[in-house]
């Protein structure tokens, strides 16, 4: 299994819609590596919801319900998305200052390139991020 981070504007789509549709095809990524990343996801893969911009916090863990397949939202060109549905909302969100002090995440890809909106974990960061939202 493999784990991810999303990102996601609140104001154009957050944890609460995802709730509330219980799944959500992940479109609209236009950039080759956060493509590439989509491309790798397994059904079934870990994948936290980081609310950006506004709030600038992990708020929800996700699981993979379909691999890639050609993003409907494309006009052109070879993109991908894949479905994901809600397993959990995280107990306390973890936020981006949290992580950045934490010597154990603070080097994760998305604080090291943080325009891009979807990013492997590894088990290891994942599950600190985990404990970090259950403390």
Not at 2 to 28: C, D, F, M
Not at 37 to 47: A, E, I, P, T, Y
Request: aromatic letters at 8%.
């Amino acid at each position: 299994m493999n784990h991810w981070i999303v990102k996601s504007e609140p104001e154009s789509y957050s944890w609460s819609n995802l709730l509330k549709e219980g799944r959500a095809a992940w479109t609209g990524i236009r950039n080759f590596q956060a493509r590439n990343n989509l491309r790798s996801m397994k059904k079934g893969d870990q994948v936290l919801f980081f609310h950006s911009v506004s709030e600038k916090q992990i708020v929800g863990l996700t699981r993979v319900a379909r691999e890639a397949y050609p993003d409907p939202t494309a006009q052109e060109g070879d993109w991908v998305c894949v479905d994901l549905i809600p397993a959990k909302t995280l107990t306390r969100p973890v936020t981006l200052a949290a992580i950045k002090t934490d010597a154990a995440v603070k080097d994760i890809p998305m604080v090291k390139n943080s325009r891009l909106s979807v990013t492997p974990l590894t088990k290891l960061q994942f599950d600190r991020l985990m404990a970090m939202a259950e403390s």
